[in-house]
């Protein structure tokens, strides 16, 4: 446990002694604000919702989260540290770990600094806190998937442009794969398939404010099933 927080906290320093996080924190933020604010015109809505909010947050992570991840094994790989990395008394599982909760402790800080929003809102009407709760988690656990494919792509990647164009490649793909039911007619039980790989679709729920396990179930085996393909990476270039 020791080597992942120590490798998490060198992630961390190595986002903040360089501009990446500050812009992608400024973006995130002000973009979102002014989704809401501007251009759906919450106040002129006279609603006591946020799903507009948060409905926007799977297409911003669509670029975002690419540009959190892009750096963390491409960069090592263009440079060759990642050897070095590997000869450390480290665990190939510890070095994924702690990659990968360097870049969540930076999304949940970008998350954590949304929340004076609702606190401002919320003064305007009468909110569903449970509902902004069950977004919030929501957020979390996509954001938590997306990063973890992010840093597989980025573990394949020789440089952080590739690992930045296809980690958006596949995010896109994933999020509005669940577009073609709506643009074809395809059988129920394609469809089903479909709207089960879709990150977009089990987001919805958390949206409504649900909490249902088989999404929170589907973020978690993403995230799983990309960390171990991270790791397997790793030990396939230690043995190589």
């Known amino acids: ?18 501009p990446i996080a500050y812009i992608a924190v400024l973006f995130f933020l002000v973009f979102t604000s002014v989704w809401l604010f501007y251009i759906q015109q ?33 960069e ?20 994924v ?33 449970g509902q902004i709760f069950g977004q919030y988690i929501g957020l979390v656990f996509l954001g ?13 990647s020789t440089n952080q442009i590739t690992a930045f164009i296809l980690s958006i490649v596949v995010l896109l793909f994933l999020t509005l794969i669940n577009r073609i039911n709506a643009a074809t007619e395809v059988g129920t039980g394609f469809a089903g398939f479909i ?11 958390f949206i409504k404010g649900l909490l249902d396990t088989r999404d ?8 799983i099933a990309f960390l171990y393909m991270n790791m397997k990476v790793l030990v396939f270039r230690k043995w190589r």
Do not use: C
């Open 1 to 18: 446990m020791n080597n992942v927080l120590s490798i998490l906290r060198k992630e961390l320093r190595s986002y903040f002694n360089s």
């Open 97 to 129: 770990l702690g990659k990968f909760f360097g870049a969540f402790s930076l999304l949940l800080i970008m998350i954590m600094l949304t929340i004076p929003v609702p606190l401002t809102v919320v003064r305007t009407g009468h909110f569903e806190m």
């Open 195 to 205: 709207n089960y790989l879709s990150l977009d679709y089990h987001f919805q729920s």
């Open 216 to 223: 929170l179930v589907y973020y978690l085996l993403l995230i």
């Open 144 to 156: 938590g998937a997306g990063i973890a494919i992010g840093l597989f792509i980025s573990s394949v």
């Open 42 to 74: 919450f106040f002129a809505q006279n609603v006591a919702d946020l799903r507009g909010y948060f409905a926007i947050m799977p297409l911003v992570f669509i670029i975002l989260l690419p540009a959190i991840t892009m750096r963390v094994w491409a």
């Open 76 to 95: 090592e790989n263009k440079l060759g540290t990642v050897e070095l990395l590997l000869t450390l008394p480290f665990r190939e599982g510890e070095v």
